[in-house]
């Protein structure tokens, strides 16, 4: 593609359809650009247009994104043996752009730029530094010759975002090849320029319009300084220190009234220096304590001020926990005697922790407005950031070497908090959420084990003193945060409390569930669901007999609550009535729940957007079914008349995220079902043969589940109904592919148990001819394990003779060449206990054939395969599984395949009348040896010592000897 | 019906694939000091690589010089005085031309004691004022030895200096190697040795032109010689050229001949000051090859070094025998075995000694000694056992306990690597209870969960494996209990998001598996007990065993 006024015009005027509100004109000029990508030239043909001054700005916006999308998808070159659909930017024009961004970066408005920045980064994370060595030095001779601050922040933006990869990579000799290459070249220069910046700083006071950009231009030198010091510290910097300390601890204390923000709910420039200054004396302290440590009483007091003076506005979040972070750091390291004073210790706890721990006004409209970021931080552990989690951080850091004094001062602050809000219960609120908040996060995480419980307070006295009378309140909507507060709490001590009263506490819990408040009845849910899981040992702590009589209440709260504004798809909800499912004894409850779950399966197909809420929808509709049907088979027909009607506007639909539930829904009914099955099933039967189905990924185990379950069920209809060449070409290309030969297996194991042989002999050689081809030219480990538990299956089934003659039908001799060169090595490296004893029984029933067919040179290498997959444990003689999954296949968006685990499929064996293989093996062995004397002396020969030995032992154990 | 066939494509690569680094392949390594430096190199502050020559406590004629120098320091004044100084001696010297000796020998006096005479010099000066070509000048044939001397000194205190200084002197190389020769007065080659080790320690491309002139084998050859201030300063020298990164000087070095037998001799005999020196030639050599190694073992190198690390007290000295020995234990097994072998006249023997060391109040002779042991405790289970029985541990959790984080890192592997089977039987990431019962007995725990919270990736990765291994193989699924009961789940949880995929993976899963929700249905979903079925090493998710 060419540079030309035709094509500028041409394509601006696609850009600026992109931006169409209308979709059919957007849709085309999408389409019309997606092609036109293909030709080379395009990238830098739409650099070009995002710099030309005389198009329309919003095209050139559109063009810039357009452009870093491009770079996004095809700047990476594709593995070769893979192939791609996408067509990738070849190396000249890369050349191109990379000698062209960084001038088109620095020249473009600040829109743009953040685009083409974007651009350069990703190109860099692919190229920079060993395929773009111009890189460094032309940034670095950029910003010696640029003086105004918007150039320098941009490049400087640059220099942060293709650093940051020292961040998360873990050491090596080519990760530190390139981290000295950006030493040499950034170090010198990025001291300059933060110190030249730093003069102006000084100099400006008064002048806001010329500090902010350079405080900006500051806190981008303070990233990379932590990107580039983040492995180890750099000769460099630790030869200038003094010179970057220095700096830091000037704008720790800076302070200027001009730059600060209105807005509370803004970070000022300072303070966002500040932040990131925070970080690297922080990083500093964690590793190079030793060199750091001349200045950390300095630090330590800029902290500790800023600490106190720091307003609990939003804007100061990110400064106030940076800045307690590193207070924690020192607290836990060599220098902790820093804060071992008692009266440091108080004011730490009194000034810092206790403000920073206390409920602020935003987490109450939070609490109110947007429930669900309320319990993702409250709940959730996304409160990696927040100021009360950081404020916890602090205590235990404090604890973690004066523990006795913080326990007892944090004692003694929890009382008074209790006591204030004994005093005036509505008025002082606060205090006790600030209590109960304070036991909860200064305990030791908890899992379900419960083996973490507090040291804080006495935990009995505290939970029937504090929590039971919030639980026990008769208005479930008073107070709202102490309800939610107290749930929490039990939630978190869930072990903890008694059998006997956490069930006297269930009507309460049960009666939470309709709460108004979102986050009561949503931790409600969740402390129910929580409790019902607990186990001891085995058995879950709370049997069905316990729930029995709850239940009506309980289910009646339960889809109440999926009736209240905004929890209409409330998770927690769905994920307790899964819970309740799969524990109750249901019985007269089954039809109304179903009648209940298929209503909302109805509604949500119209629009699914909440992919955990649905999940959980399922796996209720699969636990009710499971625990209904299991007591009486005959329910089934309920379910099938409620469901298939839902399930066939899924398909009808083509509702694509719900596709993969229906069809593991359905197989586990038809599973259910004892043959004959109705003809329902039958009629859609060859509707899920239909290609289209197949090619989406995630239908795939769903619909070979399900498959299977017809083959079982009803494999006499489908071979009558001429269907088999259409399931076994599912299987063919299944089984074409890397990632799912498996499931065409499974298709084909499936086949082969449940079909006579005479209606499988006419397609027999095809399938090998299938398997065969697809062995000679794509093998991997996998498939080759697959294949020889499929022929040994189909041996055991329709015996050893007919195994061979089919083979050999494909080519004469081609049983023995399979037999030396695939079946025999590979065999050792099996796995799975079912398959195990299926591969050595089946390759022991080859013997006697193998003699009648004078073969016999082959009986002592099966057999020593067969005895080391018998003596050796698993883990010694299987290897990893080294084969790349096929990469296009995976690509691009697809809705993804979850597995439904209360629709687990049981595993069967096809062998269960031998229950021993090494018997198996013996008895057979000592059978043929009857017969044909010379066995011993071969398998004498062919046998490893130890495994001769291992037989031997066999032998004696079963009482049988080899002739 | 089944589905044979085993692991489908979720189960190999969520549940095995991403987790291939369990402790047995990270822990359970040995580890060299990275090839590619970026850290400030640490023999500088112990022994810097370019040394200046002061006073020549022979001489008492300093006078002027030295008062110059005594209120110069902090005397701009003075200074300035001393630089003009500098200049006219510069002068002067120009000024009697080629011949005269006895004069210039006096001209030269008047120069050398003013580059000597303070920490800083005015080397730059003279080099300005054209000091260097006449100073080749004086080096030539025919030279009287006090000429030669006083030259040579006055190029060492030159190339002392800044890197464009010492690149000044480039000139004289030739000259100063040729002087290296046998025939000459001893003190004028220890000078020229001198001068030509401040060149080496400048940069890579000086050394390579060293080496293309042959000052290897002059310098080595030295090493023999009687004098002990000589073989001193030949053997730092020689230090300073080997020490790469190419490995090219040092193999040369070992192939010359007697080299192996006189080094050893060394480190025998000599005293602390010369075993510095020689000990440093030993760190480089061996870290460039095991072969190196191997011919030092067989020479006889391991029952003096390992003696002095057992009785030294002096740190210069310590630092590169520990380092030595340290390169030494980071090849195979049979050298461990030989180093093991050499302290066994020792009383507490080599595990003795790294103790002592540990409990040191020496911050970078613990890492160092931490690091050593670490790399005795990855290899057989033999040496495992010797370490975990031979003292060193008590200092080891001390200290993983106490101390700064590099000291506390180095501590970290040492201990994890005493719990995991050695990988070359097959028994990959197999723990050795024995060890790891007693470890996690004495409050190891705490510190490797402080570890996973440490901004460092590698410790995070150490300190999230041991966990594993403690969750994993601890009887009763006492392990889930104590991570939990120490806060580890909280620490893991906040890896679950790290730009770090093998951390964020490993965090996510280790959660999932020993913490995570269950739907409560079959006994094969249940977490934690599942593993039993499979015997406690292999939990099932590392089959690819547990979703279907």
Redesign the interface.
């Known amino acids: 593609m060419q540079y030309t006024q035709e094509t500028v015009k041409t394509l601006s005027q696609c850009f600026l359809q992109t931006l169409a509100t209308d979709s059919e004109p957007r849709k085309q000029a999408e389409n019309f650009l997606k092609q036109a990508a293909d030709q080379a030239g395009y990238g830098m043909v739409i650099m070009q247009i995002v710099c030309e001054p005389s198009v329309e700005e919003e095209v050139r916006q559109a063009a810039a994104v357009n452009f870093k999308n491009h770079i996004k998808f095809r700047w990476a070159t594709p593995d070769s043996d893979v192939s791609s659909s996408v067509i990738s930017i070849q190396d000249p024009e890369k050349e191109q752009i990379k000698g062209a961004i960084v001038k088109v970066m620095l020249s473009t408005p600040p829109k743009i730029q953040s685009q083409i920045s974007e651009a350069l980064a990703i190109m860099s994370q692919h190229d920079f530094p060993r395929k773009w060595q111009t890189l460094l030095p032309e940034l670095v001779s950029s910003l010696s010759s640029a003086t105004d601050y918007t150039t320098i922040n941009g490049i400087l933006q640059t220099a942060n975002s293709i650093f940051k990869l020292f961040?998360?990579?873990?050491?090596s000799?080519e990760l530190?090849?390139d981290?000295?290459y950006c030493?040499d070249g950034f170090c010198v220069p990025l001291l300059e320029i933060f110190q030249k910046t730093g003069l102006i700083v000084a100099a400006n006071t008064a002048a806001p319009a010329i500090l902010k950009p350079a405080l900006i231009c500051q806190r981008l030198c303070c990233r990379i300084f932590y990107s580039l010091n983040?492995?180890?510290?750099?000769?460099f910097f630790?030869?200038h220190i003094a010179d970057w300390m220095g700096e830091f601890h000037k704008y720790l204390t800076y302070t200027n009234p001009l730059l600060a923000e209105n807005d509370p709910e803004k970070t000022s420039v300072v303070d966002d220096l500040k932040a990131a200054v925070c970080e690297n004396i922080n990083?500093y302290m964690?590793?190079n304590?030793?060199e750091f440590q001349a200045y950390l009483s300095q630090f330590a007091t800029d902290v500790w001020g800023l600490l106190m003076t720091v307003s609990l506005n939003p804007g100061q979040d990110r400064l106030a926990t940076t800045a307690i972070k590193f207070l924690t750091t020192v607290s836990?390291?060599?220098h902790h005697k820093l804060f071992a004073d008692l009266a440091t210790l108080t004011q730490i706890c009194e000034s810092i922790v206790i403000p920073n721990v206390r409920i602020r006004e935003e987490d109450e409209e939070l609490f109110e407005m947007n429930h669900v970021e309320y319990i993702r931080r409250d709940m959730e552990?996304s409160d990696?950031d927040t100021r009360r989690r950081m404020a916890c951080e602090l205590v235990?850091g404090l604890s973690s070497h004066y523990r006795e004094q913080v326990t007892g001062m944090f004692n003694g602050y929890i009382q008074s908090m209790l006591q204030q809000y004994a005093a005036n219960p509505a008025q002082n609120w606060k205090a006790k959420d600030c209590a109960i908040y304070l036991v909860v996060s200064l305990a030791?995480?908890?899992?379900?084990?419960g083996?973490?419980g507090t040291d804080l307070v006495n935990f009995e006295q505290f939970f029937s003193s504090q929590i039971v009378p919030e639980l026990r309140e008769k208005d479930v909507n008073s107070n709202s945060l102490l309800k939610a507060d107290a749930l929490k709490f039990l939630t978190t001590f869930r072990t903890q409390v008694p059998k006997h009263l956490t069930l006297e506490l269930m009507p309460q819990l049960i009666g939470f569930l309709v709460a108004e408040s979102n986050v009561v009845h949503s931790y409600a849910a969740l402390a129910i669901e929580k409790l019902?899981?607990i186990?001891d040992g085995?058995q879950?702590r709370y049997t069905s007999a316990c729930l029995t009589p709850y239940l009506q209440p309980l289910f009646a709260n339960l889809f109440g609550a999926l009736k209240l504004p905004e929890s209409q798809e409330n998770a927690y909800v769905m994920r307790c009535i899964m819970?309740v499912l799969?524990?109750a004894d249901i019985g007269p409850f089954a039809v109304q729940c179903l009648g209940e779950l298929t209503k909302i399966l109805a509604e949500v197909c119209k629009n699914p957007s909440n992919p955990s809420f649905n999940h959980y929808l399922f796996?209720a509709v699969a636990a009710l079914l499971r625990n209904a049907c299991e007591k009486d088979p005959g329910q089934v027909a309920t379910f099938e008349n409620l469901l298939f009607p839902v399930f066939q506007t899924v398909l009808e639909n083509d509702v694509t995220e719900f596709a993969p539930y229906v069809f593991q829904i359905m197989a586990q009914l038809l599973e259910t079902r004892r043959p004959p099955i109705p003809p329902t099933y039958l009629h859609i039967f060859p509707a899920l043969l239909t290609p289209l189905l197949w090619q989406r990924q995630a239908n795939v185990?769903g619909l070979v589940r399900l498959l299977?379950a017809y083959l079982?069920k009803a494999p006499q209809e489908i071979n009558q109904g001429n269907q088999l060449t259409q399931v076994l070409g599912v299987f063919g290309k299944l089984v074409g592919s890397k990632?799912?030969d498996?499931?065409g297996?499974?298709i084909l194991?499936?086949v082969v148990?449940?079909l006579s042989f005479e209606a499988l002999s006419p397609y027999m050689p095809e399938i090998w001819n299938v398997l065969f081809t697809r062995l000679q030219f794509r093998s991997t480990v996998?498939f080759t394990?697959?294949l020889i538990?499929?022929a040994s299956?189909f041996g055991v089934k329709h015996g050893p003779q007919r195994v061979i003659e089919t083979i050999n039908s494909v080519q004469p001799e081609l049983f023995t060449t399979i037999l030396d060169k695939i079946w025999i090595p590979n065999l050792t490296f099996?796995?799975?206990d079912?398959?195990t004893k299926?591969c050595s029984v089946f390759a022991t029933m080859l013997v006697a054939p193998l003699f009648q067919s004078s073969k016999e040179m082959l009986v002592g290498k099966l057999m020593n395969s067969v005895m080391t997959l018998l003596v050796k444990p698993?883990?010694?003689r299987v290897e990893?599984?080294k084969d790349v999954?096929d990469m296009d296949e995976v690509a691009g968006y697809v809705a993804v395949?979850a597995?439904l685990?209360?629709a687990?499929?049981k595993?069967?064996?096809?062998l269960k009348d031998i229950k021993d293989p090494k018997e198996f093996v013996a008895k057979t062995l000592a059978g043929v040896s009857q017969q044909y004397r010379n066995l011993s002396a071969i398998l004498q020969q062919g046998l490893e010592p130890a495994n001769m030995t291992a037989l031997g032992q066999f032998c004696g154990a079963y009482g049988v000897t080899l002739g | 019906m089944m589905n044979h066939g085993g692991d489908g494509p979720a189960a190999t690569n969520l549940r095995r694939d991403p987790f291939k680094t369990s402790v047995g392949k990270g822990a359970g390594q040995r580890r060299r000091q990275a090839a590619i430096t970026i850290g400030k190199d640490r023999r500088d502050s112990v022994v810097r690589a370019k040394r200046l020559r002061r006073a020549d406590p022979a001489d008492h004629g300093d006078g002027d010089a030295m008062q110059l120098a005594a209120v110069a320091a902090d005397d701009d004044v003075a200074y300035k005085l001393l630089e003009d100084s500098t200049a006219a001696a510069v002068l002067n010297l120009k000024n009697i031309g080629k011949k005269a000796t006895p004069k210039k020998v006096e001209a030269l006096q008047t120069l050398r004691r003013l580059l000597s005479c303070s920490a800083y010099p005015p080397v730059h000066v003279a080099v300005q004022a054209g000091v260097v070509p006449l100073l080749v000048d004086c080096l030539g044939f025919g030279a009287s030895e006090d000429q030669l001397f006083e030259a040579a000194w006055c190029l060492t205190n030159i190339a002392s200096g800044d890197p464009e200084q010492t690149r000044a002197v480039e000139p004289a190389l030739p000259l100063l190697i040729l002087h290296l020769g046998e025939k000459n007065p001893a003190r004028v080659v220890e000078q020229c040795a001198w001068a030509l080790g401040n060149v080496a320690g400048e940069a890579e491309d000086l050394r390579d032109w060293l080496l293309r002139q042959g000052a290897l084998s002059a310098l080595a050859r030295n090493l023999s010689s009687p004098i002990i201030t000589l073989v001193r300063t030949a053997a730092w020298a020689l230090s300073n050229l080997i020490k790469g990164p190419n490995s090219r000087a040092a193999t040369e070095l070992m192939k010359m001949d007697g080299i192996v037998d006189t080094l050893v001799r060394l480190v025998s005999n000599g005293d602390d000051e010369l075993v510095v020196e020689v000990a440093w030639v030993l760190v480089y050599v061996t870290s460039m090859s095991d072969l190196h190694s191997s011919q030092l073992i067989h020479a006889g190198l391991l029952p003096p070094l390992v003696a002095r690390l057992a009785v030294s007290h002096h740190q210069p000295l310590l630092t590169p025998v520990l380092r030595t020995i340290g390169n030494i234990v980071a090849s195979d097994n049979s050298k461990c075995d030989a180093v093991l072998a050499a302290g066994q006249s020792l009383p507490g023997g080599i595990n003795g000694a790294l103790a002592r060391i540990l409990e040191t109040e020496h911050r970078t002779l613990q890492k160092e000694a931490a690091w050593v042991v670490s790399n005795l405790a990855a290899g057989s289970i033999l040496h495992k056992r010797a370490v975990f029985n031979g003292g060193a541990v008590s200092p080891l959790l001390y200290l993983l306990a106490t101390s700064t984080f590099d000291v506390r890192k180095e501590a970290a592997y040492a201990l994890g690597n005493l719990c995991v089977a050695p990988r070359d039987q097959g028994e990959e990431g197999k723990p050795i209870l024995e060890h790891l019962n007693v470890l996690v007995d004495r409050g190891c725990l705490m510190g490797f969960i402080a570890l996973v919270k440490s901004p460092d990736l590698e410790s995070a990765r150490l300190g999230l494996q041991f966990l594993e291994l403690v969750m994993r193989a601890l009887p009763d699924g006492k392990g889930p209990k104590l991570v939990e009961k120490l806060d580890g789940i909280a620490a893991m949880e906040e890896l679950q998001f790290h730009a770090n995929e093998e951390l964020r993976i490993m965090s996510n899963m280790l959660i999932d598996q020993y913490f995570g929700e269950d739907y409560g249905l079959e006994e094969e979903f249940v977490s934690g007990d599942a593993r039993t079925q499979y015997g406690p090493e292999y939990p099932p998710w590392r089959r690819g065993g547990l979703a279907a």
């Open positions: 961040r998360y990579k873990f050491k000799n530190y090849i981290l000295k030493l983040f492995q180890e510290l750099p000769e630790e030869e990083l964690e590793k304590e030793e836990k390291s060599v552990g990696l235990k030791p995480k908890q899992a379900s084990s083996a973490a019902l899981a186990k085995k879950t819970r799969s524990i796996e185990p299977q079982q990632n799912s498996h499931q297996f499974f194991n499936t148990e449940n996998k394990k697959s538990i499929f299956l099996i796995s799975g079912i398959e299926l698993e883990e010694e990893e599984d999954p395949y597995q685990h209360n687990a499929k595993e069967d064996d096809p």
